[in-house]
């Protein structure tokens, strides 16, 4: 059967009727008995646009399209629009076994196409089927007639298609909203709430689907308890709407995500909240819903909150949202979107590391617009890639330009949306850019939000793959926030992990904070991983995360993001002395890899930081410069009235002191195993461990320990 190219249907990419029924006209006229015609019919889409807006109504015919036209690839068929809501079907097929076979098929085909558009409409179909025989019209009307039949079997199947009811947790649907009038006649103040399941669909993907009806199900139980008297529906595939008419919403909202998260026990699927003030004069039901799902999808990707109710800032943001998606390409051609830079510090020396790069909007109309603004905006409308990839031109611009002027290169670190790793494309594009400008990728160091695993796995581990084979450094970034699970440190291997500042901010008011804080750089560290704190913004934050071992520190303390000029007038400003070239950087990345609540002496030893450890370096002159010592060595050190500073001035003062730590350490050198010998302090006999971490040039660094100074603090 030779097909033509003629018009198609604007809306599904089909033909139109009048195509397949020539086309069925001319089998007839040839005598061919060979075919099926099948009338397919999408059940309630009424309902849908009424409820939803006719948007929604048209998505849910595209994906009735779209898996017609995937089955025209797999099977003999020619579909149409046949009007409205139906849809005819010319099949190939003698045998009813593969007709009720292709109906099965179109059906799960259409739940496959819904799940991959995220759509909140599943569409439901019925479908008759007929031969084709005496005429045309004959056959689409027995056809139409099995249709009808269809629907009706449908509507009688219990609960399962009930107008009204959602067969999976026995609430009202998205349906029993369209009686307005129910809602309207209270007199009441009306909240509505707008429920989201985050990653519901990636939760199904990997478990399932019974597994995920299970989450609704809890979803659901979690609702009731706190609003039981109230209406709740399930208002899409994994969204639900209550309206109450009572006072503490944000207390019962609290409440239900708390015993939601008890019910799972699963971290990466979790209740997003939206609620919105319904002013029932002005405003349909369908009005105020869309408003609390604009306030929940407000929240975008902040993890530490989980509720938000429709405000002034909710408000402006979708006043901004158009403004920015038709200035998003003028403002990338006119350099109004441009990186800050934020240094990046060594604890361990307090010496630059590197910057990260960060988009900042300065536009001449609206001010400056927040990136919490603009980048949810933009991977709504997903052109966060094209930001990122413009983003990383700037940095390499910037590598390239210092280094023309003689400038040290900075290792530079930069964000990438979970969005840009789907379809596994990214890769090659950052690749693209990387050769355009020669830039060593060792420079270039990729964030990647830790929310980026829960959303496609398969893509996220063979983009870190490819990235890490090519020479690059993939970062997990905000650690600690609402995502955090343990085992993304055990399942992937990252070169840096990013503690969120959240985490820290709660270190200072929360005890517990402190020990868990410390507990992660540590397991971290021994996982092979090197670890970075952003969010620093006091003295007491630096000593702190010194004490514990954290490689790498950002924030306020030592910079506020700033554009490219400052950032480099800032560096200039210490002439580049403390400043690590790349070959340092890897010197100290070795030495800052030592856990101190462990033994570097004995891995299997119950260490837990209890014993005073040190790391000292020596250079070619003989010189001591301690880097390290943990809170225990302090303690030692204080009881003596000695600081890092005193020790080196007495190590430099005191030649036979010095000529025997400058002993034990030549000799650790020469050994495979760590040297422990004697030494005499201020009168009392010590015995030194010591082993070497790192050559660089003429400087060796060590890990020291000293012990039997426990006894003498008791």
């Known amino acids: 059967m030779t097909i033509n190219k003629i018009s198609l249907d604007n809306l599904t990419g089909l033909h139109h009727r009048q195509y397949v029924q020539s086309q069925a006209q001319k089998l007839l006229n040839q005598g061919t008995r060979d075919y099926h015609l099948l009338m397919v019919d999408v059940n309630n889409l009424k309902q849908v646009n009424d409820i939803h807006g006719h948007l929604r109504g048209d998505e849910v015919l595209k994906i009735v399209g779209q898996a017609l036209q995937n089955l025209t690839i797999k099977r003999k068929l020619l579909a149409c629009r046949y009007g409205g809501d139906e849809f005819l079907v010319l099949l190939h097929s003698k045998k009813i076994q593969t007709l009720e076979k292709v109906k099965h098929e179109l059906r799960q085909e259409i ?30 009307k027995e056809a139409d007639q099995k249709l009808y039949a269809d629907k009706r079997h449908l509507k009688s199947n219990s609960r399962q298609l009930d107008l009204f009811i959602d067969r999976v947790t026995g609430l009202r649907n998205a349906n029993y909203l369209n009686n307005q009038q129910f809602i309207q006649t209270e007199k009441r103040q009306a909240t509505v709430i707008f429920w989201d399941i985050s990653n519901l669909q990636g939760f199904n993907k990997q478990y399932g689907y019974d597994r995920g009806n299970g989450i609704l199900k809890k979803a659901a139980e979690a ?52 609620s919105y003030q319904w002013q029932q004069k002005q405003e349909t039901v369908i009005m105020a819903v869309d408003k609390a799902r604009q306030a929940k999808n407000y929240l975008g990707q902040n993890r530490q909150e989980n509720y938000i109710a429709y405000n002034h800032e909710v408000e402006e943001y979708y006043a901004n949202k158009e403004y920015i998606l038709t200035h998003f390409n003028i403002a990338i051609q006119r350099g109004w979107i441009k990186p800050y830079f934020q240094v990046q510090i060594r604890s361990l020396t307090g010496n630059y590391a590197g910057m990260e790069a960060l988009a900042r909007w300065e536009d001449p109309q ?147 904070a402190k020990v868990l804080i410390t507990q992660v750089v540590s397991l971290i560290k021994q996982l092979g991983m090197h670890v970075l704190c952003e969010g620093v913004e006091t003295e007491a934050q630096v000593e702190f995360l010194k004490q514990i071992g954290c490689e790498r520190l950002q924030g306020y303390y030592y910079s506020k993001p700033m554009p490219y000029e400052k950032a480099w007038n800032f560096l200039k400003k210490s002439e580049f002395k403390y400043y690590e070239s790349y070959e340092e950087g890897v010197y100290y990345d070795k030495i800052s890899q ?106 060796v660094t060590y890990v020291y320990m000293l012990g039997s100074l426990e006894n003498l603090m008791r």
């Open 111 to 140: 739940r496959k196409i819904a799940a991959e558009m995220q759509a909140d409409t599943l569409p439901q179909v019925a479908i008759g089927s007929s031969q084709l025989g005496e005429s045309l019209k004959s056959s689409i």
């Open 223 to 274: 609702i009731k308890v706190e609003f039981l008297d109230e209406l709740t529906v399930r208002y899409t595939e994994d969204k639900f709407v209550t309206i109450t008419f009572k006072p503490g919403v944000a207390d019962k909202v609290q409440r239900v995500c708390k015993n939601f998260n008890t019910l799972i026990k699963n971290r990466t699927v979790n209740l997003r909240v939206g």
């Open 366 to 512: 609206k001010g400056i617009i927040s990136p919490n603004v603009f980048i949810p905006i933009l991977e709504e409308a997903h052109l966060v890639e094209f930001l990122d990839l413009y983003m990383l031109e700037q940095i390499c611009q910037a590598i390239v330009s210092g280094e023309k002027y003689g400038l040290p290169i900075v290792p530079i670190s930069f964000n990438l949306s979970p969005l840009d790793l789907e379809g596994g494309k990214i890769v090659n594009k950052v690749e693209k850019v990387r050769q355009k400008y020669q830039v060593d990728p060792h420079y270039i160091k990729i964030e990647i939000l830790e929310s980026a695993m829960t959303q496609n796995e398969a893509d996220f581990r063979k983009a870190i793959t490819e990235f890490q084979q090519l020479g690059y450094e993939v970062w997990l970034d905000d650690f600690g926030s609402g995502y955090s699970s343990l085992n993304n440190l055990q399942n992937y291997k990252f070169n840096m992990v990013k503690l969120d500042r959240f985490f820290l901010q709660k270190s200072e008011t929360t005890p517990q």
């Open 594 to 699: 030592i856990d101190i609540l462990s033994d570097p002496f004995n891995e299997n030893s119950d260490f837990d930081g209890r014993y005073p450890l040190g790391i000292v370096q020596r250079d070619a002159q003989n010189k001591l410069s301690i880097y390290l010592l943990n809170r225990r060595y302090q303690e030692v050190m204080e009881y003596y009235n000695y600081d890092n500073q005193k020790l080196e001035e007495t190590l430099a003062k005191d030649k036979s002191l010095h000529a025997e730590v400058i002993k034990i350490l030549t000799q650790s050198e020469h050994s495979k195993t760590a040297i422990a010998a004697h030494l005499n302090f201020h009168g009392h006999d010590f015995v030194l461990r010591a082993k070497p971490l790192a050559h660089y040039q003429s400087k």
